[in-house]
């Protein structure tokens, strides 16, 4: 199963790609929802490589997550994939200048089942695909969004 969307946002590339590489405040963000996540690499600078542990809980049980940063090529697309509770997923971002202060990001996720169970729950997350890519394209714009607001004083001083 896919998921693909695409924002264009009111800042740099590498304004955008700062935002979407700040791995230490995505884990603050996901601790925020209840998830515990921790590093597992010795890796000192982010780069191609870096991976994470995770748990939390979904649907009335606790699910661990594998995760590996597979692709990092600043300024333009990151590539993370990882294994949750018999699912593959690989979450692909993809930035493109569109303007000096304009910055196109695609954001996609794959999901493929591995175990009985998890085709089970991808079957039953098909049934409701709709509302998932509704869902889905709402979180991606509004994080555009704050990409674009953290960043709106840097682009357009007030005067």
Same mark, same amino acid.
């Given at each position: 199963?896919?998921?693909? =969307?695409?924002e264009?946002?009111?800042? =740099?590339?590498?304004?955008?790609? @700062?935002?979407?590489?700040?791995?230490? !405040?995505?884990?603050? &963000?996901?601790? *925020?929802? !209840?998830?515990?996540?921790?590093?597992?690499?010795?890796?000192? /600078?982010?780069?191609? !490589?870096? =991976?994470? %542990?995770?748990?939390?809980?979904?649907?009335? *049980?606790?699910?661990?997550?594998?995760?590996?940063?597979?692709?990092? @090529? &600043?300024? %333009?697309?990151?590539?993370?994939?990882?294994?949750?509770?018999?699912?593959?997923?690989?979450?692909?971002v993809?930035?493109? /200048?569109? /303007?000096?202060?304009?910055?196109?990001?695609?954001?996609? +996720?794959?999901?493929?089942?591995?175990? +009985?169970?998890? *085709?089970?729950?991808?079957? /039953?997350?098909?049934? &409701?695909?709709?509302?998932?890519?509704? $869902?889905y394209?709402?979180?991606?714009?509004?994080? &555009?969004?704050?990409?674009?607001?953290?960043? $709106?004083? =840097?682009? %357009?001083?007030?005067?």
């Open positions: 199963m896919k998921f693909k =969307t695409r264009d946002i009111e800042a =740099t590339l590498e304004q955008v790609f @700062e935002a979407v590489s700040d791995f230490d !405040g995505i884990e603050r &963000a996901a601790m *925020r929802r !209840g998830a515990e996540v921790t590093r597992t690499d010795n890796l000192t /600078s982010p780069g191609q !490589g870096m =991976t994470w %542990h995770a748990s939390f809980p979904f649907r009335n *049980r606790t699910r661990t997550a594998d995760m590996l940063l597979k692709t990092y @090529e &600043a300024p %333009h697309q990151i590539e993370l994939f990882s294994k949750v509770s018999g699912i593959e997923a690989t979450v692909e993809e930035l493109m /200048s569109l /303007s000096r202060n304009r910055t196109r990001m695609t954001m996609s +996720i794959d999901m493929r089942p591995k175990t +009985i169970p998890a *085709r089970l729950l991808l079957q /039953s997350m098909k049934l &409701a695909r709709a509302s998932l890519v509704k $869902r394209r709402k979180r991606v714009a509004n994080y &555009a969004q704050s990409i674009e607001s953290r960043y $709106r004083t =840097t682009v %357009h001083p007030i005067r």
